[in-house]
């Protein structure tokens, strides 16, 4: 389990989703749509941010991403934004064609119970829900920037699923 979400379960009082877990399967209503949508729907690397509103960190990362949405489009990648309220992220980034931002609601915050954290956090995943990189933000462990975020979706991207290994980049020609 990566230190900031082992001190984030010490703050929060427990924390169980750590690198090398899976994320729950789970469907949650789109924002706009209202439809059900999976979590983990098999379409490339995932970029999730839990809670991002009562977080200023997430909401910068998510506006560096749509600046420059490349970093995470040129592996696959997809963002997924949880917000506990019914609204759908007033101040979240608008999502557009070039910038894949799908925006799902738990007011429940059956995600966050499910995945045992409590209040923000960042997890990148595979297409399967195998978490590669987890963090709570706080003072002592910023979020990544949207380039390092892209780090770790090509990270994800040229793994092979059956024996661990980087396939390589020919993936991704």
Do not use: K, N
């Amino acid at each position: 389990m990566s230190d900031s979400i082992t001190a984030a379960a010490q703050r929060e009082g427990g924390c169980t989703l750590g690198v090398g877990d899976r994320l729950p399967p789970l469907s949650l209503p789109d924002a706009e749509s209202g439809r059900p949508s999976e979590l983990i729907q098999g379409r490339g690397p995932l970029v999730l941010l839990l809670d991002p509103e009562g977080c200023a960190d997430c909401i910068a990362l998510l506006r560096q991403i749509a600046e420059r949405p490349a970093v995470v489009t040129d592996w696959g990648g997809r963002v997924v934004a949880v917000v506990p309220g019914s609204d759908g992220g007033p101040s979240l980034p608008a999502a557009g064609e070039s910038f894949p931002l799908q925006v799902l609601r738990d007011p429940e915050g059956r995600l966050g119970e499910r995945c045992g954290v409590g209040g923000s956090a960042l997890l990148i995943s595979d297409e399967w829900g195998e978490i590669y990189f987890a963090q709570t933000p706080d003072a002592e462990h910023p979020l990544p920037t949207a380039e390092e975020v892209g780090e770790w979706l090509r990270f994800v991207a040229i793994q092979c699923p059956e024996c661990e290994a980087p396939e390589g980049e020919w993936r991704t020609l």
